[in-house]
């Protein structure tokens, strides 16, 4: 029985990490809040709502309900606008030598994301035809690090959570897929995500010999 094997989208497949800040900041600017990287690199994996309610917390604004969905839809529409500029050179090195692989291989492939843009991501950077199983932002109603998502992907793809693998660049990204029982793969820093079952800096880091290793445990 072939391993099941579950995609993160930001900061996974492509860094759009870095036009949520750009957003985010001119967001905050409008209502006078001090935005910085540091405090973007804490949304990443966070829903909008939830990202717009901490940044109102941090700068210690109310504001109404209105205004609210206001902010949050002209945040989104900044936000495409970048994401209408991607191409496949947005894709992060040796993904998708690790999907080709895979799909030659014939092993299922899902996305388990927060964002409510995925497809359109995955559309501009021409990789939606991998996904055998897409949950996003639009399906889940708890976010990470509840195992909703990738407990949703893995039942799509007609796998056992033991038999799924997942690829996260998130800390709660990485205790959902535990609290699932599914083996963890953290793409990023070692020291902040050390509760994984595996850790590479990246994709080249792992390399394909490492990866077919780690398929046939
Ligand atoms: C991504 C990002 C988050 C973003 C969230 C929702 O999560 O990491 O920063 O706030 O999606 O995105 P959207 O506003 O497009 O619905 P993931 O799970 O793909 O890493
Ligand atoms: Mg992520």
Known sequence: NKKAIIFDLDGVIVDT???????????????GIEFTTEDNEQLKGVSRV??????????????????????????????LSYVDQ??????????????????????PIA????????????????LLSYFDA???????????PNPEVF?????????QPEHAIVFED???????????????IGIGDENILKEANYVFKDFEDMGLAKFKEILNE
């Open 111 to 126: 996305l388990g994301s927060a964002s409510k843009n995925a497809r359109r991501i995955l559309e501009h950077v021409d």
């Open 17 to 31: 990490a870095k036009f949520h800040f750009l957003a985010w900041q001119n967001l905050a600017k409008k209502l």
């Open 50 to 79: 939830k990202s717009l309610e901490k940044i109102l917390e941090w700068g210690n604004k109310e504001i109404s309900e209105q205004e609210f969905e206001q902010l949050m839809h002209d945040k989104n529409e900044e936000y």
């Open 134 to 144: 897409i949950v996003d932002g639009n399906e889940v109603t708890k976010a990470k």
């Open 170 to 184: 998130s800390l709660s990204g990485i205790e959902a897929a535990n609290t699932a029982k599914m083996l963890s």
């Open 151 to 159: 407990l949703k992907a893995a039942e799509l793809l007609k796998a």
């Open 86 to 107: 991607m191409t496949t050179s947005d894709i992060l090195p040796k993904v998708k030598e690790t999907l080709d692989y895979l799909k030659e291989n014939n092993y």
